[in-house]
């Protein structure tokens, strides 16, 4: 199984970037998706989770800006990101804890990242 994230790039502020996440490969079933980011030398952080359900939650710092849904019949992600700040600028990663014939049991497994630049 893989995910696989695109759509980031180099932006300018205001700007809007959509990230899509695959995950590809055979699932028993995914769960929570979820897409993370880490700034140049910063920690890294969640900034938007959904579940299987369609509950979200958010980071305060992007609250009102992005958006995150998923269409569970092809298992993809996406994170719509409106009002970009340069302070959003990050490796985003996509994440999704799911079950597989490998590992039928909850397990987290990450993507490989996209580059997000917001320039001022």
């Known amino acids: 199984v893989q995910l696989q994230a695109s759509g980031g790039g180099l932006v300018q502020a205001g700007g809007s970037l959509r990230l899509t996440c695959v995950a590809s490969?055979?699932?028993?079933?995914?769960?929570?998706e979820g897409w993370y980011r880490q700034a140049p030398g910063k920690q890294r952080e969640l900034v938007a989770s959904?579940?299987?359900?369609?509950?979200?939650n958010y980071a305060d710092s992007v609250k009102g800006r992005f958006t995150i849904s998923r269409d569970n019949a092809k298992n993809e992600v996406y994170l719509q990101m409106n009002s970009l700040k340069p302070e959003d600028t990050a490796v985003y990663y996509c994440t999704a804890k799911g079950r597989t014939p490998r590992r039928p049991y909850d397990y987290d497994y990450w993507g490989q990242g996209t580059l997000v630049t917001v320039s001022s």
């Open positions: 959904i579940s299987s359900g369609g509950n979200t």
């Open positions: 490969g055979s699932w028993f079933s995914i769960s929570a």
